[in-house]
């Protein structure tokens, strides 16, 4: 019994502990599975913190760390950016919706194209990434991307409907290009730029453009700046009637007085302008200026400004209403616009209103640069300017060039035919203003009498006009 009871007490206990490493056993066992659960859960993370929901894709930041694992190889490593060209357009006609299918049948069939899908990536809204197995050669990533580009000659499906679609692609290789994972796919989105803007399709990296890219940027932001500070100023050449010599007017040309580069002429900076849509803060800094520069001045003198395309509609306010961009009241009939047939030929209806806007308060218009232009005598036909403008060009070689200066004589002739002022620039010589008197132009400018000066060099000239009257 004792036995028994012993043996049953020892039997309680061995039962008691059996139970107890049991627990223990599956205590562990489930702390195990628990940690095996966390790291997969990690993983899947991991994996989703680098994969692009849309399609499936690695991601920016997953891409960056596939070539950087490549570049580790120390062998030398290829990347492709690839951008569907006109997708914002496809967006926007379509919906978003047929945009996000197009974009999952893109990944689908760059995913054919590779043996290795985690070295493809959606980097943008329509940008791709591909990263070539470390140590191909040159020829292989341009292989690469021709197969991009034959792969897409079969349309893709979205919305129930074919599309065609084209691409542009940038390349670029370490350690040529760049040697980090980043500065590798900078390159290569700097190259697809290039490619972009160029229209091409496919293009290495480029360092001199990017250096001409990044003197631009440099330049953009300092133009910004300049045109805050008033740092472009207004410079005035004198144009004069050609009978008496006596100055009629100004032609408004703008400098810049940049800090480390002296001087500027606009034509290292209008066309920039242009592209940034800064040319019409341009004129109205340009205007301010005048109705200050121009106080003392004799109220006859009229006032030529140069009008960038696109900008016509903003130069009615500025001439109607000087007091919004806070400047003060010029006499709008002393104000002149010089147009080019760059300005004309985007729209021929907005020129007509706008001229129509501009001639209702007494501004003329001018057909600016007359005879360099693709069409300037239909300009002249079909829009009612004032005055021509006849281009430097022609004018500067008139006393020595009889072709040019037979050019000049067609010109005046023609204007005066259509009853349009003629005015002619760039009379460098006593011999050009003569002969130009002689066939009935009327006004002229050049270095002859004056090159463009600044306010204080103005306001000295004609006080000494003043005076010799
Ligand atoms: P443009 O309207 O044809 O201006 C005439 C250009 O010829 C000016 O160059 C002027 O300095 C130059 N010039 C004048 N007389 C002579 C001469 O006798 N001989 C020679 N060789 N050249 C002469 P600039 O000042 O460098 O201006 C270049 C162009 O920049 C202008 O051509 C005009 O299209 C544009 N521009 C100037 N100011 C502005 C502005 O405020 N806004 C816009 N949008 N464009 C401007
Ligand atoms: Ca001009």
Excluded at 63 to 76: D, Q, R
Excluded at 297 to 324: E, Y
Aim: hydrophobic letters at 45%; one cysteine or more.
């Amino acid at each position: 019994m004792v036995d028994f009871g012993l043996s049953n007490q020892m039997m309680a206990i061995s039962a008691i502990a059996a139970a107890a490493v049991l627990l223990l056993v599956w205590q562990g066992a489930r702390l195990r599975q628990h940690g095996k659960a966390m790291a997969r859960a990690q993983t899947e993370a991991f994996r989703l913190a680098r994969a692009d929901a849309l399609t499936g894709l690695t991601n920016l930041q997953g891409f960056a760390e596939s070539v950087s694992k490549l570049l580790g190889t120390g062998a030398p490593v290829s990347v492709l950016l690839i951008d569907i060209e006109n997708f914002k357009q496809l967006n926007g006609t379509h919906g978003l919706r047929v945009g996000d299918e197009l974009l999952r049948a893109f990944a689908d069939r760059l995913r054919s194209l590779s043996p290795d899908k985690s070295r493809l990536a959606r980097v943008g809204a329509d940008e791709f990434g591909w990263v070539l197995e470390a140590g191909v050669r040159r020829e292989v990533a341009e292989a690469a991307a021709l197969k991009v580009m034959r792969a897409l000659e079969e349309p893709l499906m979205a919305g129930g409907q074919s599309h065609s679609v084209r691409v542009n692609i940038g390349l670029a290789r370490s350690p040529d290009h760049a040697t980090g994972a980043e500065s590798l796919i900078r390159a290569a989105t700097s190259s697809l730029d290039r490619v972009r803007l160029a229209g091409e399709s496919w293009g290495w990296f480029d360092p001199a453009s990017e250096a001409a890219e990044r003197a631009k940027f440099a330049l953009a932001r300092d133009l910004r700046e300049a045109i805050r500070r008033e740092h472009l100023e207004p410079w005035y050449q004198p144009v004069v009637n050609l009978a008496s010599t006596a100055v009629v007017g100004m032609e408004i040309l703008v400098r810049w007085r940049h800090p480390e580069r002296g001087l500027l002429t606009p034509d290292v900076f209008i066309p920039l302008a242009e592209e940034l849509g800064l040319a019409g803060a341009i004129s109205q800094s340009l205007f301010r200026q005048l109705s200050r520069d121009s106080r003392h001045w004799p109220d006859h003198l009229t006032f030529a400004f140069n009008a960038s395309p696109g900008q016509l509609r903003d130069l009615i306010a500025l001439v109607q209403s000087p007091a919004s961009i806070g400047a003060d009241a010029i006499d709008p009939s002393r104000i002149e616009l010089e147009v080019t047939e760059s300005a004309l030929v985007q729209d021929l209806d907005v020129a007509r209103e706008v001229m129509s806007a501009l001639q209702a308060q007494g501004t003329r218009v001018t057909l600016d640069n007359f005879g360099v232009g693709s069409s300037s005598i239909f300009h002249l036909r079909t829009l009612p300017f004032d005055k021509i403008k006849i281009d430097r060009r022609f004018v500067i070689d008139m006393d020595r060039d009889q072709r040019s200066a037979a050019c000049v004589h067609a010109m005046v002739a023609l204007g005066q035919s259509l009853g349009v002022e003629v005015a002619a620039e760039g009379i460098e010589t006593a011999e050009t203003a003569s002969q130009l008197l002689a066939i009935g132009c009327r006004t002229a400018q050049g270095y002859y009498y004056s090159e463009p000066i600044p306010a204080p060099a103005v306001t000295e000239l004609l006080r000494l006009q003043s005076r010799a009257a």
